[in-house]
Structure formats: structure tokens, C-alpha cells
């Protein structure tokens, strides 16, 4: 009994930790590839320069931080570009639309690709519906608040004072949600093309806004009126965790990798372009707007506009209103462009509903998915304050890009015979192996070389290091990085939420905070102590694993800063999506009808295609040719 209860769990293990399979066709889309560098990078720019800089810097600056919101955008925007590192890298290897889930599903297995994906979901659903509430308010502050006034006074409240629910129903946020849906339908290169000029158009307005400000500047706000850190330095830190929320447009530039020309290339300069473009840009901003007023006389809802006319520059403050108009379309057009995308990667796999990938052949989008969320979407912009929407999504998006990380270092780690990437070949040491009798159609005879058997492996002076060379090649890493993340939740929660006692001294947080950081250390040494692979053909990001741990580190702390309220709705959240998971995906996910937990291998350039019985066999062949290694041959069991 106790063996078929060990077998069933250990089959059901299997099932959600397959992994994605890739085969010669899997970069075919029915999408249209039509979106250059410079397209993808203003993609980028127009996401995230929207409703973070017009609708975010007025509360950062007012409540969480004052002038040293400077610093929170300059954290946030690093703590983005950790993230967004290992997103180029994934996304140059993999350009689908699916961005992280489909990345994660190759790296680390299905369960964790779901994850991934709802989250990501999460994060367009709601950055769409935050945006268009951006917008609305953007209109009213235009109208002195009439609008809200009148749909008060003729429609009534929806709650007072709550949490979960608006104080009153948004119907403009509503239209213009559906209106920008209808948009996107029409296509990529359309979407995109109108993308670029409000972009460029919102780029001149805050040009204006910033040469304007620094004009009109008075240094006393900074040294006065509480000085520089009216709310101590750990109000930068409060405002970089909300700050994060301006940056996450960068992940729409890996979504859009489906539809790029040449994505290899695309991804990573337009990434790293648009992020560097924006940070400069927020910084820029923010040091304006707090010499302009003081903080305490910033309007969160319009700050900008106000802060303008609070200096009776009132013809400016129609300039930068038009501007946030811009702005925050361009906003809204990259979150619903990017969320049917990641809809339709996982209704392709199976892991929703398989009628959401449907494409429609004239314009060649994902016409239903577009329907459906773009339908929610319209209704949470219609119900739920902005306030909510951005702190949830901003959660969502933190679990994202930490699982991102993690599959950066896994992948590096695995061995050659795991490893279903492109990778170098190497020009010492090679040899050449045989056709092995349980030789395919499809497989060829590829190249082997000594450094690639290396990969995963114990380096060699360690090889007789105790307890590490028991593993498997790969796993050691693998249990180590969830131990490095386990591990760097612990210190931070330690260092935020005790801070009052390690500060002052007291034995157990001092204690507490030295065996976190030891296993932090030690993760990250269990790591170097094997072999990195740095053979992959396409972009890899430097010092694998440290920034990627960083990222984890960074990532992690900015969630330890979000409310008690927010985690609850991410756990009612999540539980939904484990409810679809295992009620419909585990059942209809495409790698579950081929049966195999690891696909043909692509290396060396795509000259190889092999099934296991042919690595077994060259494995043997290879054995012959170099020096006998002592270690047990490698066994090609799943992770």
C-alpha cells in the first residue's frame, strides 16, 4: 500500500513538473513577425512612461517619501533592471509570447510555468484596468471633477470607504478600456505605430515638464520643510516598492518577442534601451516636481498640473495635462496589447482554455482572448479603485520576476544532456561520436567536446567534495537556489520587520540575521562550486548567479513592503488558479498528450536532434576517447 501511495505521488510529481518540449518548429507562430528594435523599445518607453509618472510620482512624493523619492525611483529602476536582465536573456532563447511562463516552463516544469503565467495575467488585467482609471481621472482633474461630481449625484455610490470596491462606478474608464481593446484587434503593427506617436508626443511634454520645473526651481524645498528625508531613509524604501509598479512595462517588450523581426537581437537592446531611457526620465522628473512645491503641497491625483498652477504658471498646467492623456494611452495600449498575448501562450499549451488561441486569420491576433479579458478588464476598471489594482498587481509581478531568476541560475546549471538550447561548439578537445543504432530520422551525429560533458558537474578540483557529488548533475543547484530563496525571505523579513530590535541590539535578531546570511552564503558557494554553462548561442547576461540572486533579493524585500490586504487577494487569487490548473490544464496541457518529460535537444548550432538512447551511447564513446573520469556516469532521469 505504502509503495502505490510513494508510486502515485511520485507520478503525480512527474505530471506538474514536465517540462516544455522543444521541437524544429517551435519558433512558428500564426502572429505576424513585423516589430523592429525601435518599435519594441518605444513599446517599452510607452509602457512604462504613463501612469507611473503622472498618477505615481504625486503619491510617492506626497506620503511615502517627499524629495527622496528620487532615491526610490533610482532603487526601484536597479531592482528593474536586475529583473529585466534575466528577462532578455530568457527572452533572445525564447521569443514567445508567452514571456516568463514560457520561459519558466522550459527551465523548470509545468506547475511553475502556470504560476508564472496567471501571475502575469494578473499583472495585464490589472495594469489595464489601473491605467484606464488613470485616464478617467486624468479627464476629470481636466473638468475640476465634474465627472465624478455627476456620476455621483445620477448614479450613487458603490461603497464608502472600502477596500476592495470604488466609491463610485468609473464609466469612462470603462469606454476607453473597450475602446483600446478594439484597438489592439486591429493588429500588431498598427497598435504599435499608434504606440509611437503618442510616445513621441508624451516624450516632448515631459521635456517641457522638466525644463519648465528646473526653470521655476527653489532650493529651500529640499532643505526646509522636513529637508530631503521628511519621512526617514526608510521612506525611500516604502516608495521604490510602489515606484517598482512605473517599470514593469519592460516585460511587454518580451511578450511582443513573438512578432519581432529579429528577436535575438531585439530583445535585449530594447530592453535594456527603454529601461535605461526611463529611469533617466522619472529621476529627471521627480527632481522637478519637488523643487517646484514642497512635498507637502503635491496633488497625488493631478501633481504635476497643480504644482504648476500652485506657482501660477496656469497655462502650463493644460500643457502637462494633454501630455498625461498621452501618456497614459500609451500605458494602457502596451497592457492591453501585452495581456492576450500572454493569454493565448498559455491557452496554446493547454493550460487554458484552447478556444483563447484561436487567431484570427486577417488580422492575426488572438481575437478571442482579446474579447474575454479585455471584457474583465472593462468591468475591474469600472468596480475597483486604482489604489488596489496597483498594489496587486505590483505582487503579482514581484512573484514573477523572482521565479524568472531562479530559472536563470537552474538553466545554467543543468547538464548538456538537459540543456534543449543552442549552445557553442567548442573548438578544443573535440571529438566525434558514432550513429547509435537507436538513431531517429530526425537525429544526427553532432559534436561533443570534453568542456560541454563539464556542464552542471562538480568543478573538477571538487569533485570529491562529501554530500555534493551524491547529486545528480544540475540538482545540487537546483536545491540550493530554493534554498537561496527560502533563505533570502527569512533575512529580509528579519531585517524589515525586526528592525526596531536588531537595531537596538537584541541578541536573538542579531542572531537570527548571522545564520540567514551564513545560508545565504552558503547557497551561493554550492552554486559556484559546479560548472556554468556559458556556451548558449544567444544573449547571456554576466555574473550568473549573482545578479540573478540579487534580483531574488531585491524582489522578495520589495513584496515584504506591500499590506497584509494585498497578500490575502494574491492567495484568493492563486487559489482560483490552482482550482483551473488541476481541474483543466494538468488534464489538456499539450506536453501531457506526447507523454515526455524532455524534448529533442537543440545544440551545436541545430545540427543535432537526439533521443536518450543516443546520449547514452555517445556518452560511452566520449568515455573512450578522454581520460577515464572517476565520477559515476551521469543518469538521465528528470530533475
Known sequence: MAAKVKGTLASFWDTICRKKTITDDFHDTPLKKCLSTFDMTLLGVGQMVGAGIYVLTGTVVRDLAGPAAILSYMFAGIASILSALCYAEFGARVPKAGSAYSYTYIAIGEVWAFVIGWNIVLEHLLGSASVARAWSGAIDSLFSGGIRKYTLEHVGYLAHGSQWISEYPDFLAMAITILIFLVITTGAKFTVHLNTVFTIFN????????????????????????????????????????????????????????????????????????????????????????????????????????????????????????????????????????????????AQDGLLFRCLAYVYPRFQTPVLAIAVFGTIAAIMALLFEITTLVEFMSIGTLTAYTIVSASVIILRYLPVYKCQFQLKPEDDVISTAAESTSMTEESSIIKKSKSHDDFGHLKQKLRAFPILNKFEPGNAVMLATFLLIVSIICLNATLIFAFEYWSTGSWWAILLIIIFVAMVVTCYLVMVAHEKNDAFMTFQIPLVPLIPALSIACNTALMMKL?????????????????????????????????????????????????????????????????????????????
Open 203 to 346: 516624450c516632448v511634454v515631459i521635456l517641457f515638464l522638466v525644463c519648465a520645473g528646473f526653470a521655476f526651481a527653489d532650493g529651500r524645498n529640499w532643505s526646509e520643510h522636513g529637508g530631503f528625508f521628511p519621512y526617514g531613509f526608510g521612506g525611500s524604501l516604502a516608495g521604490a516598492a510602489t515606484c517598482f509598479y512605473a517599470y514593469i512595462g519592460f516585460e511587454g517588450i518580451a511578450v511582443s518577442g513573438e512578432e519581432a523581426k529579429n528577436p535575438e537581437k531585439s530583445i535585449p537592446i530594447a530592453t535594456i534601451t527603454s529601461l535605461a531611457i526611463v529611469s533617466l526620465i522619472y529621476i529627471l522628473a521627480t527632481t522637478a516636481l519637488t523643487l517646484i512645491v514642497p512635498y507637502t503641497q503635491v496633488d497625488p491625483s493631478a501633481a504635476f498640473p497643480m504644482a504648476f498652477a500652485t506657482r501660477g504658471i496656469t497655462w502650463a498646467k493644460y500643457i502637462v495635462g494633454i501630455g498625461t492623456l498621452f501618456g497614459i494611452t500609451t500605458s494602457l495600449l502596451g497592457c492591453a496589447y501585452s495581456l492576450p498575448r500572454a493569454v493565448y501562450a498559455m
Open 563 to 639: 499590506g497584509p490586504l494585498t497578500w490575502i487577494r494574491l492567495v484568493i487569487w492563486m487559489a482560483v488558479g490552482f482550482v483551473l490548473y488541476f481541474c483543466y490544464g494538468m488534464r489538456h496541457s499539450v506536453e501531457g498528450r506526447t507523454g515526455t518529460s524532455y524534448g529533442p535537444m537543440v545544440t551545436y548550432g541545430g545540427e543535432a536532434d537526439l533521443s536518450r538512447g543516443t546520449l547514452e551511447h555517445l556518452e560511452e564513446e566520449v568515455v573512450q576517447q578522454q581520460p577515464v573520469n572517476k565520477d559515476p556516469p551521469p543518469t538521465y532521469g528528470n530533475l
